[in-house]
């Protein structure tokens, strides 16, 4: 595991050397030497971690440990300089010319000392590879041999097979079908994929041996895909093909001829297979590489109705095969509560006669823990099956369920299962699933703040290819993250309309894995610690040998505990969770850091932040949402490295002059909601008095108060935004808006507010709209439509609140085919809208409150085709229900709210009831209890 430790200082050395080459001066070579001899002992790490598995190479996991230390070591060395660096260029700034002498013989001293200890750790590395060699460790591209458990999937019992009925008959299904030749079953490791396509298959088979009916299959073959990456695999795998059809059929004479190349097996495969009704399974593949082979050798003919089943954990197998040939997918999902229960159940009370009713609830919270997966479950309740059946006995065996994962030979299978899918991981990715471990156990994460965490901590590899030089880190950051669901290690809990991702988790076993490496790796430890105590020196015993580079603060503990943690100097990152939100922060924590370069606060005691902040300089996230604090210090404009600032219901609205000093800055949140106001008072931004056109790396801005409208001069040099929220716009400084708005090629959501509920949005002048632009939220009246708006071919989706327009909108829209969420709030004065046949033709969610005379609504048979949701509210002329909402096919949700009483009464005719039945939710409400003010990209 110390390669992610040393793959990321690789990674780091690369980008400074690159950017940093002024700064490190006479330096720069000795920097670069290490990273030669850290490429070249990198060869020799995965040898290294293949024989640390074995009892009797402490040796070499010492060697692993050494070598994790002294790349943190490095990191460290390389950091604290630049930042004596940047604290020498700020003195000189404040003081000038006259203390320039002085800092340069200051920075000549700061040369020196990295140079001594450059050559400390060069002379510590050498060691390092010589003693490699005497380890006799061997470099390596290929990953380690590790043992699996996929045998035991191949001998299942039926009883173990519990709730996957549905799924056999599915697969029997499609084997008898002619049409789609290739099913690829998807799932998370251990979900059972193998145990329920083994089951089909043996049946299969044995109808098959038998020759009965005629759907049987000439030819049967599993083949389990290699996990050791040999060499020539798809050789291997090509005679493992051909021994099996040997053994079934001696006659196949034409195969036993003593070819060696790859081409002649594929081509006599092909021949042998051409008129053959075949079943073939490949288990558990991970990549194409076979595939790409194998597939010339397959019968592409639809008539003979073969079949190939894959199994993978990962989805983009499925899709990349699916770009040439019909390929149906098949997700296996966890088990329902009670299927779960029953497999739980069945196997840790197999020997007892008795029922145990006080172990029910405790039951439920191990199912729960396994996430509902089958061989999670399976080796818990094996393990407790040898267990006394007492509550107590089961509670001690639930707190101690992580560190069980390494010492019970039982749930080992499910940490080899599920440390086999780390290890498949490319470096990269690997460093991007232990940010999990920051997070509490069961937490769900918000996509944008993991993929924001991942691009300060500097995970995301900047593409260098010039066809992507416009994609964002961001943007990349948004493509591994599909990696980790496609791969069936990260699950998306929430989807947005459109289906982005909105947050996300890890299963729980996983979680306590990913905390386990966390741990071992030094990437980050939890300080879990009991309210209103006063922690003893063992609380921190294991946090003071290990330094870890980031800390979880999990559980609350008094300021005065927190001082003496001795270790924090070397923190890359810090969090605050659950209780320990209660602990007030104060300006000892601040200053306990020197190479912090994220901070979470979010929800924190903080009333004030000190000014000791300002000495964070490496600081590249910094949350303090949902806080107290009213303003900011001067000090922030120190931290010339932030990338995220993030004020999101805080109380401050106006920015420090210093601001301007973030150059790198590219995300700067602030809002805030006052529920005692109504409407568009309700929201307030931030103002940004001088500099922002310094922040040229701004992606986003949300929100601007833009009362004093010199500000908006300044968006033009804002070229790189894509998202950009303002509010408070005065109608004369439209124009200017419009103007700064043609040069953001690469925004992507565009919300502009007007100054006051009675305030006018004057944006007709914009010509060249963003074609980039996907959602546009517009907040104040407008005096007609913005004829632009219908020029956006990528819209999806489109607010207009309290726009008052007195011309139905819906001729301008109609032929936004992307649109697919449209909510109209106050923005329409007619008594009609028609939607015609053709019209938004991809429209999913429709929304119309407060349309204040709006009567009825016209829908024609094949308008808004696609609609799934409907919600109508608060529309107070409409006292009769539209009974043309039945020519909407596709509509699964109706949500009425805050409707006349008239409205509600007809709505329980018998011929609405009829409506009613075929729309799988109806729902009646008083308001509407399904939104929020601010809209959902805030």
Known sequence: MAETAVAFLLDHLVKLLSEEATILGKVHKEVEEIKNQLERINSYIRDAEKKQLSDDQSSVKSWLKSLRNVAFEMEDVVDHYLLKVEERGQRHGIHGAATELIEKVKTLTHRHDIASDIKKVRKTLDGLYSEGMVLKL?????????????????????????????????????????????????????????????????????????????????????????????????????????????????????????????????????????????????????????????????????????????????????????????????????????????????????FEKVEYPELNGLSEEFVEKCNRVPLAILAIASHLATKEKTTTEWRKALIQLGSRLQSNHLLDIVNQVMLESYHDLPSHLRRCILYFGLFPEGYFISCMTLIRLWVAGGLVEEKRDSSEEDTSMEELAKQYLAELVCRCLVHVSKVDFDGRPKTCHVYNLMHKLIARICQEQMFCDQVKMKDKTTPSSSNYSKLDSSDPRGLSIIINSDAAAMKRVKNWKKVRSCFVFDDAKKWLVTEEFFSSFMLLSQLDLSNARLDNLPKQVGNLLNLKYLSLRDTNIKSLPESIGNLERL????????????????????????????????????????????????????????????????????????????????????????????????????????????????????????????????????????????????????????????????????????????????????????????????????????????????????????????????????????????????????????????????????????????????????????EFSNDDHFSTFNNADA
Request: aromatic share 8%.
């Open 138 to 350: 061997e470099p390596s591209s290929r990953a380690p041999y590790r043992a699996t458990p996929r045998l035991g999937a191949h001998f299942v019992m039926e009883p173990q097979l519990v709730g996957i009925d549905r799924h056999k008959q599915q697969l029997t299904n499609w084997l008898t079908e002619r049409g789609v030749p290739i099913r690829v079953v998807v799932g998370p490791p251990g979900i059972g994929k193998t145990a329920i396509v083994k089951n089909v298959y043996s049946k299969q088979e044995q109808v098959s041996l038998q020759k009965n009916g005629t759907s049987y299959f000439e030819f049967c073959a599993w083949i389990t895909m290699s996990r050791s990456q040999v060499d020539d695999e798809q050789n291997m795998l090509i005679r493992q093909i051909i021994e099996n059809i040997l053994e079934k059929d001696p006659g196949a004479a034409t195969l036993r001829s003593e070819t060696t190349t790859l081409e002649s097996r594929i081509r006599k495969l092909k021949e042998y297979f051409e008129d053959k009704r075949y079943l073939i399974v490949f288990d558990d593949m991970q990549d194409l590489n076979f595939w790409n082979v194998i597939q010339y050798a397959l019968n592409q003919n639809s008539s003979t109705s073969s079949k190939v089943i894959i199994t993978t954990r990962d989805e983009s197998v499925a899709n990349m095969i699916g770009s040439d040939h019909f390929v149906s997918v098949y997700r296996v999902e966890p088990l329902s509560l009670s299927d779960a229960l029953m497999l739980f159940r069945h196997k840790a009370f197999q």
């Open 643 to 922: 990338q995220t600032l993030d004020l999101k219901r805080t109380q401050v609205h106006e920015l420090p002059k210093e601001i301007k000093n973030l150059v790198k800055l590219c995300h700067l949140l602030a809002y805030f909601i006052y529920n005692q106001y109504s409407d568009l008072d309700r929201l307030q931004g931030v103002k940004v008095n001088e500099g922002l056109k310094n922040l040229t790396s701004l992606q986003k801005l949300s929100f601007l108060d833009a009362s004093d409208g010199s500000i908006i001069k300044e968006l033009e040099q804002l070229k790189k935004l894509r998202k950009l929220g303002i509010i408070k716009l005065r109608e004369v400084y439209g124009d200017a808006l419009c103007k700064a708005i043609e040069n953001m090629t690469h925004l992507c959501s565009l919300s502009i507010g007007a100054m006051g509920n009675d305030g006018m949005l004057k944006l007709e002048s914009l010509r060249n709209p963003p074609s980039s632009l996907q959602r546009l939220y517009l907040y104040g009246r407008l005096e007609k439509l913005p004829i632009w708006i219908k020029e956006i071919p990528n819209l999806v989706r489109l607010y207009l609140k309290w726009s008052s327009l007195k011309e139905d909108p819906l001729p301008y829209l109609k032929d936004l085919s992307k649109l697919l969420y449209l909510k109209f709030y106050e923005a329409y004065g007619g008594d009609e809208l028609h939607f015609n046949n053709g019209w938004l033709k991809g429209l999913k969610v429709l929304h119309l409150e407060s349309l204040p005379k709006l009567k009825t609504i016209k829908i024609a048979k094949g308008a808004i085709p696609y609609l799934a949701e409907l919600k109508i509210g608060k529309c107070q002329k409409m006292v009769t229900f539209p009974r043309d909402i039945q020519n909407l096919t596709s509509l699964q949700k109706l949500y009425l709210y805050d409707m006349q009483e008239q409205f509600i009464n007809e709505s329980r005719s018998e011929d609405c009831k009829i409506i009613f039945n075929k729309i799988p939710l109806v």
